[in-house]
């Protein structure tokens, strides 16, 4: 392996290693899946699923974690590593849409409703299908768990390396799913509390979407518990900012940018900050409206209207970009004192601006 240069660190290239271990793997298990004579719709769900986009933000951050601490190009068993977190995170948004019920992801029909379409035309009724598409779903997702480990235990990593990582990866695995019961158990009740929408936001996105990611590669490097400290600090805030444009995007963005619709957090009724912030300075009428209609599974564009107008007159949404923007800058000072090769440094600074600066 050579040192790295400042071109070489480049993040389009990196994301292209990671597709290409994705295809190949894909690929793999379509092929025995035929052999097998397994059932068709459930890969081909699954696989279509992996590879029509995501951002990949957490294999690029894991590939960056290797490169903070060894300054080197990342090996194919690191890659594989960085594409089983992909995997993994495909099991949590097929779970995820599963619960929420949503009917877009990325722009395309999520699984449960794939599922649904595929099994309408032999199902007694159109509530068949659709039984069958959420149940499916769930296989669908246990399925993406399971060649995520598959992806793990196939790397090639040494033994030095598993025992440095693997805890790491058990640890995010419980966080993320300890964060969707806590989002879970929150949601139909929006309050004023900050607390608890803060602590949803640390385990189901900040530490499991950047921090233990960086974690993991670092680790696979040989790194120390100082240099993961110097990456959670900055890992942490930017990964509120980037749960927190999140928030902001599922209710005023256009699903035509984000590939899913943006009435479904609303109508779950989420205990965002972004609703909490609003529930705190809204005046008795508007306080009403909000409990009356956050939560509700039929809640049309037109009253959607009159909450957004909430959340903006109430400068809700205001707080909100302003917490964003204090985390941004929180995460980009952290960036300043991390022991890493300039080249880390300047891939993760890009990746900071793009999670908290975007439209989907």
């Known amino acids: 392996m050579t040192a790295v240069t400042e071109t070489a660190v480049h993040l389009t290239r990196l994301r292209d290693l990671v597709e290409e271990t994705l295809r190949c ?7 025995a899946a035929r052999e097998s004579d397994l059932p068709a719709e459930t890969t081909e769900a699954l696989a279509d699923f992996i590879l029509t986009g ?13 490169y903070t601490a060894a300054d080197t190009f990342p090996p194919p068993p690191v890659v ?35 599922l649904a379409a595929h099994h309408h035309r032999r199902a007694r009724s ?42 790491l990866i058990d640890t995010m695995h419980a966080e993320v799913i300890h964060g969707q019961y806590l989002d879970l158990t929150h949601a139909g009740a929006p309050a004023t ?31 120390g518990p100082a240099l993961r400290e110097a990456l959670s600090a900055y890992a942490l805030p930017l990964g509120e900012a980037f749960q927190l444009r999140d928030d902001l995007l599922g209710v005023f963005g256009t699903p035509e940018d984000t590939g899913k619709p943006n009435l479904d957090d609303l109508r779950e009724g989420k205990h965002t900050l972004l609703v ?63 022991p890493a ?5 300047h891939a993760l600074h890009d990746i900071a601006l793009t999670a908290t600066v975007r439209t989907s």
């Open 276 to 338: 909490a912030h609003a529930l705190r300075r809204a005046d008795p009428h508007q306080r009403t409206l909000l409990h009356q209609t956050l939560g509700n599974r039929d809640l049309d564009e037109d009253t959607a209207a009159r909450v957004r107008d909430i959340l903006t007159t109430t400068d809700a949404r205001t707080t909100i970009e302003t917490l964003i923007h204090h985390r941004h800058r929180q995460a980009l000072t952290a960036l300043d004192t991390l």
């Open 80 to 114: 594989r590593v960085a594409a089983a977190l992909e995997v993994f995170h495909d099991f949590c948004l097929i779970h995820d849409d599963v619960m929420d019920r949503s009917d877009l992801r990325r722009g395309h029909p999520t699984v449960h409703r794939t």
């Open 126 to 167: 159109p509530v068949d299908a659709d039984e069958l598409g959420v149940h499916g779903a769930v296989l669908v997702g246990d399925l993406a768990f399971v060649w995520s480990d598959e992806l793990l235990h196939t790397a090639g990593l040494t033994p030095a390396q598993q025992t440095a990582a693997w805890p």
């Open 25 to 31: 793997f894909v690929d793999a298990k379509r092929a």
């Open 193 to 223: 509390d900050l607390d608890a929408p803060l602590r949803v936001i640390r385990y189901k996105t900040a530490k499991y979407t950047v921090e233990r990611p960086l974690h993991i590669g670092a680790a696979l490097a040989g790194a």
């Open 341 to 345: 090769p300039p080249a880390a440094r």
């Open 54 to 66: 995501g951002k990949r933000l957490r294999p690029l951050l894991c590939l960056l974690g290797w």
